[in-house]
């Protein structure tokens, strides 16, 4: 009885596998170099001395239209030595900003302010957003604005980490799956997340939706802002799976840091939509099952896990081959100890407490 539980769990895990790959390797059409938008990145820094540089670096070779690009780098109120790298990085950069956000008001508070504050300032057709620890390659700008046609709000894609151990490689590939869920899954038109280090939208959208003041407040404002726009129902939102629009950040050192990092992601989703909680519970099924598997023994529970686990791979394997990075799976079986343990482990968490820290602030 308990296999005959778990098979039919397992096929509709593995179903809903194929239409997350399906989703995410479609295409779409792109503009020509001449008719690329005027676009604005912003990142917003707290505290961030000893990751910055690697950021600003990368932001300094983009490739862009001369004239159409400025960077605007938004100094969070940092404690450390972040504004005094900011400012000797632009200092020869006429298309680099310095901004300082306004003080924080109401739900105006942390990063929602900070890039509420940078929004008002940027002066282009788009806004793309990445986070002070990420790498950004030197297409990155112009492959996301290049699918900017007309009736697209909003373009997302692809955030690796740099994967050195088996540590930061399970991080990596938990990264590039659950992105795999957030691209499939708006590519078929049915939204569920994004992520703000790899975000871009229409200002003019924006504007349409009020902004983040007119947002209920949120530690997950890439997921409130990617919602805001979809429910306007005028645009199309896309997430293309390209090589050159690959993010590279660093994963958290420790488990500590680790803990926090999901806990936020989990508090910050509890608004998705139903569809959304109903990936979430058949993925908690489909790993409780595996872990109650040796104690229902019988010959068949070791097929029903090889199935699982090679469904795990048979939908991670063509999105890093696109994405370049397939050596990071030698991590596969790291992620996939991870993986089991944390989807069982996150909606205890959640009930437990509703606090969130991040970046030496408490929400």
Not at 89 to 104: A, T, V, Y
Not at 285 to 298: E, K, Q
Not at 305 to 313: E, G, L, N, P, S
Not at 334 to 339: G, S, T
């Amino acid at each position: 009885m308990f296999e005959l539980i778990f098979l039919i769990i397992l096929s509709g895990y593995f179903i809903q596998s194929v239409v997350f790959v399906i989703g995410a390797k479609k295409r779409f059409p792109k503009i020509s170099e001449d008719e690329l938008p005027t676009a604005t990145v912003i990142v917003a820094a707290r505290d961030e001395e000893d990751k910055i540089q690697r950021c600003l670096d990368s932001l300094g070779n983009l490739e862009y239209p001369e004239g159409k690009l400025e960077v605007l780098l938004v100094d969070d109120r940092s404690t450390d030595k972040t504004g005094e790298i900011i400012d000797d990085f632009i200092s020869s950069r006429s298309n680099f900003k310095k901004i300082i956000p306004d003080e924080p008001k109401g739900k105006m508070v942390g990063k929602v302010n900070a890039l509420a504050t940078a929004i008002r300032h940027a002066k282009s057709e788009i806004i793309l957003t990445t986070d002070a620890d990420c790498e950004v390659k030197p297409k990155w700008v112009k492959t996301i604005a290049s699918y900017y046609q007309k009736d697209v709000g909003m373009v997302d894609s692809y955030t690796t980490q740099i994967a050195d151990s088996p540590f930061s490689g399970m991080q990596a590939i938990d990264f590039i799956y659950l992105l795999l869920v957030a691209g499939g899954t708006i590519n078929i038109g049915l939204p569920i997340s994004c992520i703000g280090n790899n975000m871009s939208f229409r200002k003019k959208a924006y504007e349409e939706i009020g902004g983040y003041e007119n947002l209920p407040f949120s530690v997950t404002e890439d997921f409130t802002l990617l919602r805001a726009i979809y429910k306007l129902g005028k645009y199309k939102i896309l997430f293309p799976l390209e090589k050159d629009a690959l993010i590279t950040s660093i994963a958290c050192p420790d488990l500590k840091s680790l803990y926090h990092q999901k806990k936020r992601w989990s508090i910050g989703g509890l608004g998705v939509p139903v569809r959304g909680f109903f990936i979430m519970a058949w993925g908690f099924l489909t790993h409780l099952c595996m872990l109650l598997t040796p104690f229902f023994y019988s010959p068949a529970w070791l097929y029903l896990i090889f199935f699982k686990i090679a469904t795990d791979y048979f939908v991670l394997y063509p999105i890093h081959k696109k994405l370049g990075i397939t050596k990071n799976l030698k991590y596969f079986w790291a992620y996939q100890i991870y993986y089991i343990l944390y989807v069982l482990a996150l909606p205890f968490i959640v009930l437990a407490s509703r606090k969130v820290v991040w970046k030496g602030r408490e929400y």
